[in-house]
C-alpha cells in the first residue's frame, strides 16, 4: 500500500516565511523536528492572526505527525495533547487514519529503517536533499501488523522515550541549579559571606575586595584549534567537531573516527571547554567535557580552551558556558563563512574571585553536574537499545510476548 491510503490528509505547508514574535503559537520549521519528538528551544513563535492563516489547509491535532521535507530531510515528530502549532517552510502534515494505523506506531515506523531508507534513495544525489509532496504521498509500505499489534509495538517503544524524557528533565532540574548557584555566586556577587565584603572599583564595574577581572588568556593553560583529521570509520581515535556542541551539551553521537596522531596539547581532556569557532548562527556554542573521552581531539572548526591549574574547572566551565552570545558577537569574516579567533576568545573578560571560592563553588556544583553526565550518557544508551529494537519489533523478528 501506499502512505497515502492509511492517511486522512497529508498537506504542504505554507511557502513562506511567517512574521515571528517573542510569544504565541510554535511555528515547527525543519530544526525543531527530532526523531519522533519536537524540540522547541529557541522555537519561532507567531501570532493568533498568522496561526490562522498557516493553518488554513489543515489544524495540526494531537496525534497528527509533521515531517521534514529538507535538512534534516525525512525526520518525523508526532503533536503531543495540548500542543498547538502551525507549520513552518518545508514541512509537511500527515493525519494518520486511526481505523488503519495506530498514529505513535506510523511515527516510530516513519523514522524507522525501512521508511528512512527509502527516502535516502529518493533524495541521492541531490544538491540539496528534498523531498516532494507526491513522494511522500506514494511512498510504498510493506503490509502493516494489526492495530493492538501495533499499540503494543508503541507502547514498548514509549517507554524508551519516556525514560529518556524523564532523565532528560532530571538533566534540566540538575543544570539549572548549577546556573542558579553562578549566577548568585559571581553575578550577584551573595556568595558566603558576602555582607562583610568590601567594594572596589574595576573595568566591569564594583566588586568584592580581593577578586579580580581577568581575561581569558590569563586563566587558561591552553587555547587553540584541533587538527585537520584522517578520517577513517576504523580508526583509533575519535574527533569531536561542531555538530557534538549542542544546547551547552557534549554529544559524540556526530564525533567521526580518525588516523592521525594527536599532538599531546590537542588531545580533549576532562574539563576542557569546547568553542564553536566557525559559521553562521552556531558560532560561539559551547560545551564543557566532563568525562574521560580516551583518545580524542577537535578538528580546526573548535578551539579548546583549557583552564590552567589554579583555576576551578567548574568555575571555568559554568563561566564559559554563559558566554556563548558574546563569542557569537566576536566573529568575524563574511556572511557565508565567520571567523572566531583565538585572540579573540582571549580577550574576553570576566571576574574572577579567589581560588577558594572558585573551590567551594565547583564542590556543591560538581555532583549535579557529574550527576547530569551521568544521566546524559544512560540516555545515549536507551536511545542505541531502542533504536536496535525497533526494526526487529517491527519486523517482527521479535516475539511481542516475551516482552
Given at each position: 500500500m501506499e502512505l497515502s491510503e492509511v492517511c486522512e490528509l497529508i498537506v504542504d505547508c505554507e511557502h513562506k516565511t511567517a512574521p515571528t514574535q517573542e510569544s504565541g503559537y510554535p511555528s515547527i520549521r525543519t530544526p525543531n523536528i527530532?526523531?519522533?519528538?519536537?524540540?522547541?528551544?529557541?522555537?519561532?513563535?507567531?501570532?493568533?492572526?498568522?496561526?490562522?492563516?498557516?493553518?488554513?489547509?489543515?489544524?495540526?491535532?494531537?496525534?497528527?505527525?509533521?515531517?521534514?521535507?529538507?535538512?534534516?530531510?525525512?525526520?518525523?515528530?508526532?503533536?503531543?495533547?495540548?500542543?498547538?502549532?502551525?507549520?513552518?517552510?518545508?514541512?509537511?502534515?500527515?493525519?494518520?487514519?486511526?481505523?488503519?494505523?495506530?498514529?505513535?506506531?506510523?511515527?516510530?515506523?516513519?523514522?524507522?529503517?525501512?521508511?528512512?531508507?527509502?527516502?535516502?534513495?529518493?533524495?541521492?544525489?541531490?544538491?540539496?536533499?528534498?523531498?516532494?509532496?507526491?513522494?511522500?504521498?506514494?511512498?510504498?509500505?510493506p503490509e502493516l501488523p494489526p492495530l493492538p499489534v501495533q499499540k503494543r509495538i508503541a507502547g514498548i517503544l514509549s517507554a524508551y522515550d519516556e525514560l529518556m524524557e524523564n532523565n532528560q528533565r532530571r538533566i534540566r532540574i540538575l543544570e539549572e541549579m548549577a546556573r542558579t548557584l553562578y549566577r548568585e555566586w559571581f553575578?550577584?556577587?551573595?556568595?558566603?559571606?558576602?555582607?562583610?565584603?568590601?567594594?572596589?572599583?574595576?573595568?566591569?564595574?564594583?566588586?568584592?575586595?580581593?577578586?579580580?577581572?581577568?581575561?581569558?588568556?590569563?586563566?587558561?593553560?591552553?587555547?587553540?584549534?584541533?587538527?585537520?583529521?584522517?578520517?577513517?570509520?576504523?580508526?583509533?581515535?575519535?574527533?569531536?567537531n561542531q555538530k557534538c556542541i549542542r544546547d551547552r551539551r557534549l554529544s559524540l553521537e556526530p564525533a567521526r573516527r580518525q588516523t592521525k596522531p594527536i599532538p599531546a596539547e590537542k588531545r580533549v581532556r576532562f574539563g576542557?571547554?569546547?568553542?564553536?569557532?566557525?559559521?553562521?548562527?552556531?558560532?560561539?556554542?559551547?560545551?564543557?567535557?566532563?568525562?574521560?573521552?580516551?583518545?580524542?581531539?577537535v578538528d580546526t572548526h573548535v578551539?579548546?580552551?583549557?583552564?590552567?591549574?589554579?583555576?576551578?574547572?567548574?568555575?571555568?566551565?559554568?563561566?564559559?558556558?554563559?558566554?556563548?552570545?558574546?563569542?557569537?558577537?566576536?566573529?568575524?569574516?563574511?556572511?557565508?563563512?565567520?571567523?572566531?579567533g583565538r585572540t579573540a576568545i582571549a580577550g574576553v573578560e570576566l571576574v574572577c574571585p579567589p581560588t577558594l571560592i572558585q573551590r567551594r563553588f565547583g564542590e556543591i556544583v560538581r555532583p549535579m553536574r557529574s550527576a547530569a553526565t551521568v544521566l546524559q550518557n544512560q540516555i545515549g544508551m536507551l536511545r542505541r537499545t531502542r533504536d536496535l529494537l525497533l526494526p526487529r519489533l517491527l519486523s517482527g523478528q521479535v516475539n511481542l510476548e516475551i516482552i
Open positions: 527530532g526523531r519522533g519528538r519536537f524540540i522547541l528551544a529557541g522555537v519561532n513563535r507567531v501570532s493568533e492572526e498568522t496561526y490562522r492563516l498557516w493553518t488554513r489547509r489543515a489544524v495540526p491535532q494531537p496525534g497528527d505527525l509533521i515531517m521534514a521535507r529538507e535538512a534534516p530531510v525525512g525526520n518525523v515528530a508526532m503533536i503531543p495533547p495540548r500542543l498547538q502549532l502551525c507549520l513552518g517552510q518545508r514541512t509537511l502534515l500527515i493525519r494518520p487514519d486511526r481505523s488503519k494505523v495506530e498514529p505513535s506506531f506510523l511515527n516510530y515506523f516513519l523514522n524507522g529503517p525501512h521508511v528512512q531508507g527509502l527516502i535516502q534513495a529518493k533524495t541521492n544525489g541531490a544538491t540539496v536533499a528534498h523531498l516532494n509532496m507526491e513522494d511522500v504521498r506514494t511512498m510504498e509500505l553575578v550577584h556577587f551573595r556568595f558566603p559571606a558576602y555582607e562583610k565584603i568590601k567594594w572596589v572599583d574595576s573595568t566591569l564595574g564594583p566588586i568584592p575586595l580581593g577578586w579580580e577581572v581577568k581575561n581569558l588568556g590569563q586563566i587558561t593553560a591552553y587555547l587553540n584549534r584541533g587538527l585537520s583529521p584522517a578520517y577513517d570509520e576504523n580508526g583509533d581515535s575519535m574527533v569531536i576542557d571547554v569546547l568553542i564553536n569557532s566557525t559559521g553562521v548562527g552556531t558560532l560561539g556554542r559551547v560545551a564543557q567535557v566532563y568525562e574521560d573521552l580516551g583518545t580524542s581531539t578551539t579548546i580552551a583549557r583552564p590552567e591549574s589554579e583555576t576551578d574547572v567548574d568555575f571555568f566551565g559554568c563561566s564559559l558556558l554563559g558566554l556563548q552570545a558574546t563569542f557569537d558577537r566576536l566573529g568575524i569574516g563574511a556572511t557565508g563563512q565567520t571567523e572566531l
